[in-house]
């Protein structure tokens, strides 16, 4: 199994930038594919990036396209979502979830998944 911890979230004025990871306690990333997802109050969870085992592939939901990166590192051990140009509607508990296939969007397609950390954007 491969248990996943994110890093501590925290509050950023609009237009900011902060940068979440997520570390691998167990295993690697090796073999597994990476996904953000979000949950901001009274919302269901929703996709916001995607990145491919080795990292040559990434997706991302159009609400962060241009804003938001993810990236690896380059032992699979460790991924990363840089996130930009922040907005209040960013807000949420952000979750890192892995795959062992292309599940990309798909929720039910992540195996596992962090406990999640808090973001908060202030206007």
């Known amino acids: 199994q491969v248990q996943l911890v994110e890093s501590r979230g925290g509050l950023v004025q609009a237009g900011g930038s902060l940068r979440l990871s997520c570390a691998a306690s167990?295993?690697?990333?090796?073999?597994?594919?990476m996904g953000w997802f979000r949950q901001a109050p009274g919302k269901e969870r929703e996709f916001v990036a995607f990145i491919s085992e080795s990292g040559g592939t990434t997706y991302y939901a159009d609400s962060v396209e241009g804003r938001f990166t993810i990236s690896r590192d380059n032992a699979k051990i460790t991924v990363y979502l840089q996130m930009n140009s922040l907005k209040p509607e960013d807000t949420a508990v952000y979750y890192c979830?892995?795959?062992?296939?292309?599940?990309?969007?798909?929720?039910?397609?992540?195996?596992?998944w962090g406990q999640g950390t808090q973001v908060t954007v202030s206007s």
């Open positions: 167990g295993r690697t990333f090796s073999n597994v594919a």
């Open positions: 979830a892995g795959s062992r296939h292309w599940a990309i969007s798909k929720i039910d397609g992540y195996h596992y």
